[in-house]
């Protein structure tokens, strides 16, 4: 069975997409097969050059189809990329996914988008991203991580997928040969991903107890 991994939020423009392409390459670098799967209806489908396939998902029935394949494969990663501003979609999948995350972006704007989120969809984890390097602007950043730790604990990813300047790479047309620092980027993120997916997988209900307590 592939391991399901779902991006979700209500809010544009946080890096789900982005993510997802992150994650499915560094997959493929650690050596892990990895499908992306779109599911907003209006988006392109960009498959070219890519290490790791990328399915389409943006029918409902071909995207329950692609799920229902998922469960007999023998390994690897389903990495789904939600968006299109659906809440319907975003409940469902994180019910049928391993792992829920939902990426923010440090503004104000990401933090309530996200906050509605994290209490809509209890099984979610939070995952900052596209995050600050500097040091000045990172210290400032970490007030949202800091807050957002007080408000959920125990479902937020601490550390956070860094800005990287190459990052459009990723959603362009074709992937051929992808930068260091985007590939650095990747291994990275799949790494931070892999980790939590396990404690998630072990402790499938912690989060929960963690939002009542
Ligand atoms: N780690 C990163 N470092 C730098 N820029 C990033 C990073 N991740 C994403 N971005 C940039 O942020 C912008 C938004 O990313 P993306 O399209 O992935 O978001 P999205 O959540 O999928 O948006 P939408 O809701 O519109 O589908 C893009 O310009 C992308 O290049
Ligand atoms: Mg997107």
Redesign the pocket.
Known sequence: MSKFVY?G?Q????????????LCLGAILRGEPAAYVLT?PH?QIKSEGRPYAVLDGREPQKLAQIITASHSTQNGWLIV?G???RPALDAKLTEQADLCIL?F?PSEEDLDALALDMQALPQAVAWP???PTNRMAMQSAQYFIDGLEKAFPLRVITAP?????S??E??SASLDSPSTPVRN?ARRAFDIMTACYTMNVKHPTEHQDAAVA
């Open positions: 991006l939020g809010k544009g423009g946080t890096t789900k997409t982005t993510t997802a392409h992150l907003d988006r990329d968006g299109g501003n990426p972006r991203s596209a995050w997928i860094f800005f990287v300047n990052a459009a990723l959603l980027a």
